[in-house]
T-cell receptor, first 117, second 109 residues
Framework: NAGVMQNPRHLVRRRGQEARLRCSPM?????VYWYRQLPEEGLKFMVY????????ESGMPKERFSAEFPKEGPSILRIQQVVRGDSAAYFC???????????????FGPGTRLTVL | KNEVEQSPQNLTAQEGEFITINCSYS?????LHWLQQHPGGGIVSLFM?????KKHGRLIATINIQEKHSSLHITASHPRDSAVYIC???????????WGAGTKLIIKP
């Protein structure tokens, strides 16, 4: 059973370009979380999605960032018109249950390192 | 004041030493996670606790809900244990994880 997969592992973009980060959850998992880790900082929650639904995007910057988790295919975190401050590691995690259960756990992908030149 | 505090921030020890990393939190939680982040950046979930104690190999995690405190112990530490260890709590009220700043552990041979 493959773990959470993220691609690309490394992404380089110039200012103003778009970045698309993909996350394939573990088989059987229908809940996806995106986190961002800025250099020398801890991880911060961005968004929580179920299939075809955004449940909580309270951690997403108001502009340029969007996320989706379609019925088929991976979850996508999209950053439009990237700026240098977007350079970070973006981690995806998946879980099989509601996310509200105290016995639930999140399984992390290897992350995508975004560098904006 | 951060809702999740870890100590120490940095820890250097010799191979074989017993390691303790502490995590204190100030919010109501439903579960606490310990995670490991290697220099390459990948994150591995080590434990999820809601009470008591868990053990996996040389790793032991404990939590005291009343005192809002958890510890991660590593017995017979090894250089390959060198990593950043992160404590994260899941709030009572929702599914979000609130992260500690991490403890950078270096084990010298």
């Amino acid at each position: 059973n493959a773990g959470v997969m993220q691609n690309p592992r490394h992404l380089v973009r110039r200012r103003g370009q778009e970045a698309r980060l993909r996350c394939s959850p573990m088989k059987g998992h229908s809940h996806v979380y995106w986190y961002r880790q800025l250099p020398e900082e801890g991880l911060k929650f961005m968004v929580y999605l179920q299939k075809e639904n955004i449940i909580d995007e309270s951690g997403m910057p108001k502009e340029r960032f969007s996320a989706e988790f379609p019925k088929e295919g991976p979850s996508i975190l999209r950053i439009q018109q990237v700026v240098r401050g977007d350079s970070a590691a973006y981690f995806c995690a998946s879980s099989p249950l509601t996310g509200h259960s105290s016995t639930d756990t999140q399984y992390f992908g290897p992350g995508t390192r975004l560098t904006v030149l | 004041k951060n809702e999740v505090e870890q100590s120490p921030q940095n820890l250097t020890a010799q191979e074989g030493e017993f390691i303790t990393i502490n995590c204190s939190y100030s919010v109501g939680i439903s579960a606490l996670h310990w995670l490991q982040q290697h220099p390459g950046g990948g994150i591995v979930s080590l434990f999820m606790l809601s009470s008591g104690k868990k053990k996996h190999g040389r790793l032991i995690a404990t939590i005291n809900i009343q005192e809002k405190h958890s510890s991660l112990h590593i017995t017979a530490s090894h250089p390959r244990d060198s990593a950043v260890y992160i404590c994260a709590v899941r709030l009572d009220s929702n599914y979000q994880l609130i992260w500690g700043a991490g403890t950078k552990l270096i084990i010298k041979p």
